[in-house]
């Protein structure tokens, strides 16, 4: 109760599972205290993983991230067997000591990672969330009530030694972290906000007599989340005490879970689904881009004439938009009949007979008659700066501008 970090162990297996119910038990429960619970997910079909956490996770989250981080790795061990539906069910400070943690580590937000494929696998499990007796706003004085209420530490009166052993821890940690607690607070809050982003169902179970966990707290949480868009079922209990909503109420208490349980079953299969499908569009958008790029390295191979690897026709035809209209030999004023047509025909390019005086002029203009005066060294030993001072300096022709010009 009094350490760090926790345990966790699996609860009843089924044979064939609906899924897999974590549950972030209270701080000082054992078992045998959350032995009723199990039994009620396992007679759903529901497989069970408990952890239970201890209460200076609170006050050292890297503790809590390290217990979240276990409980990760097994989660991902099991699901990379066969993957199911996820459901958090949170008692009390359960979120405060770890499941926040899991949370953050799923979003990539603490030191401890998992690599993206294993946060990937986990997050596309997860189907809902339950609250009991949760969340509860953590102070200082809230969480010294919380550790000598007798409902947590399931015993009829607290004993006065206990009560001076908590007054003095709380007082000294509060002297260590008091200019840390409330930033601590505040990104707990934002944390289970921010779990709406994953489109599970909400089940929240309260009551108006428990002196731990505030009920106005708790509807205030639960009318944040549906301004968030979350799916959110607020169920409140007469009279039951803190963690006690089961044992008062255990009828309404399991047609709620029921509930929940059977939404979160149907979320998974949709969410699998719509995966699938997501997945099936890329493999075919993948195939319909590699068969163009294998008929272009077929036509590169290819001994016939092609344009950068491509045959070409004289009557090819390469389709542009409509709002481009040409075809050599027409007029501008054609271009309404081009739009109809929105296409572009390609000719073959004109040949140049060496002998034909346009063979003559470019043989004038390109090879010079004297080359006698030529100063011929190796372009390795002609800097740039001497190339572009040559072509600076050199007399201009008009003759050769206006032939390239005609060219």
């Given amino acids: 109760m009094w350490g760090f970090g926790g345990s966790y162990y699996w609860g009843r297996r089924e044979k064939k599972r609906e899924g ?19 039994d009620l997910y396992s007679s759903l079909g529901w497989d069970s993983l408990v952890c239970h956490s201890q209460f200076l996770n609170m006050f050292f989250p890297e503790k809590a991230e390290a217990l979240a981080f276990d409980i990760l790795n097994i989660l991902t061990e099991e699901l990379k067997i066969k993957s199911c539906p996820l459901v958090f069910a949170s008692f009390s400070g359960g979120p405060k000591a770890c499941m926040y943690k899991v949370l953050q580590i799923i979003e990539g937000k603490c030191k401890l990672q998992l690599n993206l494929d294993d946060c990937r696998l986990v997050r596309d499990c997860i189907s809902g969330y339950i609250y009991d007796s949760s969340p509860v706003d953590f102070t200082s004085d809230l969480g010294r009530r919380f550790l000598v209420h007798p409902s947590v530490l399931k015993i009829s009166h607290t004993p006065r030694v206990l009560s001076w052993m908590v007054n003095v821890i709380s007082d000294g940690l509060d002297a260590v972290f008091l200019n840390r607690f409330e930033s601590l607070r505040a990104e ?46 607020l169920v409140k209990m007469s009279g039951s005490p803190h963690v006690g909503h089961y044992r ?63 045959p070409i026709q004289p009557s090819d035809h390469f389709c542009m938009p409509s709002s481009v209209g040409y075809h050599e030999g027409r007029d501008v004023g054609s271009l309404q009949d081009e739009h109809k047509e929105g296409v572009i025909h390609l000719h073959s390019p004109p040949s140049i007979n060496a002998h034909g ?23 390795t030993s002609l800097s740039s700066r001497q190339y572009t001072s040559t072509r600076r300096h050199a007399p201009f022709n008009p003759i050769k501008c206006i032939r390239r010009s005609r060219l």
């Fill in 188 to 233: 707990y809050w934002q944390t289970l906000y921010s779990s709406v982003s994953m489109g599970a169902p909400y089940l929240i179970l309260c009551s108006e007599s428990d002196e731990l966990a505030s009920y106005q707290v708790i509807c205030n949480f639960t009318q944040r989340l549906q301004e968030l868009g979350g799916d959110v079922k």
């Fill in 248 to 310: 008062v109420y255990p009828i309404d208490y399991k047609a709620a879970v029921t509930e929940l349980l059977g939404k979160a079953a149907a979320v998974y299969s949709q969410r699998t689904q719509r995966l699938g499908g997501e997945r099936l569009v890329v493999e075919g958008t993948h195939d319909e881009v590699s068969e163009p790029i294998g008929d272009l390295r077929k036509a590169v191979a290819s001994p016939n004439k092609s344009f950068l690897g491509v």
């Fill in 357 to 379: 005086v346009l063979g003559q002029i470019l043989f004038d203009v390109c090879v010079p008659k004297n080359v006698e005066d030529w100063d011929v060294r190796s372009s």
């Fill in 20 to 38: 897999i119910v974590v549950v972030f038990a209270w701080m000082s429960s054992q078992e045998k205290h959350v032995k009723s619970y199990v």
